[in-house]
């Protein structure tokens, strides 16, 4: 299997941070379903998860993903329905990790992504031959909204993503942005 | 001066394509905005400039620039002020060109982009060794909007960019993502 194959990304929108450094579940946005799904598809990753509790969120997210997989959508644009399949909602980070065990028979390495820079991080290339090296593992990317997951979100994770460097000191991308970029680094040519 | 900063991004809104290969002038969208300036910033690109010729859309872009640098959006996150700082309407790529040329005294040379491979492009290690062998030379990165930039505008081109390819045969990212990994192929560590 492809190392791509073998991860798993999810959007997690409970819980982060918000502004104020409080702990919130935030809004599923359009348009983080819709690129990261193409991104995800473009470099062939096996499942993008909407991480949310909020049953109405939930919901939104089923109701764009069906009108672009079964609805008016799919024959409107095939190319959006191929990326679409990738998307599953689910209620949390272990609902996620179990729908993948359900899947893969194995539990998933959970890598956290974040803007700031931690100690005991792991870069890209060391991901990347990490994956190339286990060619059975399972791995799930986690990505934060709002201002960043948590640390119990944090806690979780068997690996810390080193943080994009643009060269300067800003670190401020959109997360559809970071996770272009992630995907590429790791499995771009 | 660094690569980056004699770099200039232009999107596209007219002329480009529609889904029915016909030449139409896109609306601009919120997010394109934001995220592309965002990554903009992140890896410290000269300026970025909105082209459309149509007036209102030209307002609507000034419109969000003003709040988020000089309303009430600039206090509450400078960090969005940091990226909009570099943005920029023009009419037309003849009038980014010309600004462009005012700042530096020099015609840019123009890359254009597009999802499908084309004869003569150039690759983004070449686009590096380039830009690196001429410290003096500036550039400017045309990305399209709809389905993608019209043969007019191809035409333009001094230099075309190979488009990004994820291993398989999907290439059907969002403009923001593509210009997002674009300026991190081009730029990143």
Known sequence: MSPASRLSIALIHYPVWNKNREVVATAVTNLDIHDIARSARTYGVARYYIVTPVVE???LVEKIRTHWLEGWGATY?????AALELLQTEGSLDAALADIESRTGQR??????GAAGRANSIGFAGLRELMAGDPQRHY???LGTGWGLTEEVFDRGDY????????GDYNHLSVRSAAAIMLDRLFGK
């Open 108 to 113: 998933a390495r959970v890598v956290v992504t």
């Open 160 to 167: 810390l993503l080193e943080p994009i460097s643009g060269g």
């Open 77 to 81: 644009n095939p190319k959006r329905k």
């Open 57 to 59: 969120q939930q919901k």
């Open 140 to 142: 799930l990317l986690l």
